[in-house]
């Protein structure tokens, strides 16, 4: 097979959304970049996860809050047109096809090569390309491995050989399963059990622990899970799922000591770092672990090896994976220029709203949009605090959006500094109220600050207002 050398500034491996970013931001900053990419450019985020998975969703979500509105509710005559849902679906990821993003890739001034990559000790990065040539890659700067994590199968006797699905699986079917059963309650579990239960299929969720969502504040898993329930999924909470099999086209579970048989099986317990085949170990790191990173998203001990998104385990979200990206990028150009380069808060060269005030959205009904600490973390890190509550269905604008409307904000207020450490709010729509939130949590914004943001009349914002009155009581 042929080969060929190449050097750039900046080698990327992963052309997801983080690679994506990294690879802008340092070629808008003068160096140049190279992208390896063994799959679709533009990542899971674009074909198996976030846009996927929320074109699922939305169809319901669309009718739920029409249904909600009296008058509004007449106009609802059928039920949701599974095929044209899936079409939409289909839509966003462009059938699974990646031109498009080629096609930014190249505009961008970003080189672009397809293949498997492997690190080669330092600063070296070997390409083995579809037709078996492989690329010697040198960078004079950096190397940023933003490969991503993938779904984590637990060790449970014969589930790897039933094929289960996977998230890529549950967010690319082309039809409902009859039956499909949810192994792991996370954020992945419930939105799936949503969107299929909505889409035709019997789905039963089986939760290892006692509740759903568990590093949310309770109120979130309990309210999902009696959505969930009120949907018609079967929901099973402290079900130790012990050994899988076929039985011909059907999956059996052993569930506490009995069997449930579906069609399918998701398999949503969490996500394992993509190091496993990069060659890692021959710049001494440990195959199938997580890159253990500064702020600055520099792997510890290798001034030239940066670690980004998924891959560092830190959060594992898109817009944080992008973030980082950003982060790491005006660092990786700094550095080239020979400027100082700083890891602390506000640094334009570090990541730290991952530490502290991470914005999430859990897509189910009621949403889930939280930011920061919840009170069990405040509780777990010694910090002082105090938690309070309001229903949001209590303000106009809530009874305007929906008749009915229930739904709950939480905040957890640091009692020393009187600032915003976290907040939660579970309903019809609250991922619309989450960026201020997070402006409020990141820019620790005083509470005596917050009474002169004045939240308009009638909208859904006026339970910031709530919440200030149940801090002053």
């Known amino acids: 097979m042929s080969s060929a050398e190449q050097t750039y500034d900046v080698v990327v491996l ?29 990542g899971e985020c674009s074909y198996y996860a976030c ?37 939409r679906r289909d839509s966003f990821t462009h059938d699974w096809d990646d031109s498009s993003q080629v096609g930014w890739v190249e505009g961008a001034g970003i080189g672009l090569l397809r293949g498997t990559a492997r690190l080669d000790g330092e600063r070296t990065v070997v390409v083995t390309g579809p037709d078996g040539a492989t690329t010697r890659l040198t960078a004079r700067h950096a190397v940023a491995v933003c490969t991503g994590s993938e779904a984590a199968v637990p060790p449970v006797d014969g589930l790897p050989d039933v094929q289960p699905w996977t998230p890529r699986e549950a967010t690319s079917a082309k039809e409902a399963p009859r039956r499909l059963l949810v192994v792991g309650g996370g954020y992945v579990g419930c939105e799936m059990s949503f969107a299929w239960n909505a889409l035709g299929s019997q789905v039963t969720l089986f939760q290892r622990g006692d509740r ?8 979130a898993g309990d309210a999902v899970a009696a959505s969930l329930r009120d949907h018609g999924v079967d929901v099973r909470l402290g079900a130790h799922v012990s050994a899988a099999r076929r039985d011909g086209d059907e999956v059996v579970l052993t569930v506490d000591g009995g069997e449930v048989r579906g069609d ?7 996500r394992r770092a993509r190091t496993t085949a990069i060659g890692v170990d021959t710049v001494g790191l440990e195959p199938g672990e997580y890159l253990d990173v500064d702020d600055t998203l520099q792997v510890r001990g290798l001034s030239w090896l940066y670690g980004v ?51 999430s959205v859990v897509f189910t009904l009621p949403q889930v949009a939280s930011v ?41 207020v640091d009692t020393r500094r009187e600032v915003l450490l976290g ?32 939240p308009a009349y009638p909208t859904v914002s006026e ?11």
Request: hydrophobic share 50%; aromatic share 4%; net charge negative.
């Open 372 to 412: 920061g600490l919840t009170s069990a973390q405040a509780r777990e890190r010694g910090l002082p605090h105090r938690v309070v509550e309001h229903p949001i269905g209590s303000v106009a604008g809530a009874s305007l959006f929906a008749d009915g409307y229930e739904g709950t904000a939480i905040a957890v």
């Open 463 to 473: 339970i910031w207002l709530r919440l200030l009155e149940a801090w002053r009581g």
């Open 309 to 359: 998104g998924d891959v560092n385990g830190r959060r594992q979200l898109t817009h944080m994976g992008k973030y980082q990206a950003r982060q790491a990028g005006a660092a990786i150009v700094a550095r080239a220029r020979g400027e100082e380069v700083s890891g602390a808060d506000w640094s334009p060269h570090a990541a730290t709203a991952d530490h502290a005030a991470t914005p």
């Open 51 to 87: 846009m996927p998975s929320k074109a699922l969703l939305r169809g319901t979500e669309a009718l739920e809050e029409a249904r909600a509105v009296q008058g509004a509710a007449a106009a609802v005559t059928g039920e949701q047109d599974v095929a044209a849902t899936l079409e």
């Open 212 to 219: 759903l969502l568990p590093a949310a504040e309770p109120q």
């Open 264 to 270: 399918e099986v998701l398999v949503a317990v969490g």
């Open 14 to 42: 992963g052309a997801g959304s983080t690679g994506e970013n990294v690879a802008d931001v340092v070629v808008r900053g003068g160096l140049s970049a190279v992208l390896v990419e063994e799959h679709l450019v533009g």
């Open 423 to 454: 907040v939660t709010f579970v309903g019809p729509a609250v991922a619309e109220l989450l960026h201020a939130a997070t402006v409020a949590v990141v820019g620790e914004v005083p509470i005596a600050r917050l009474w002169h943001a004045v």
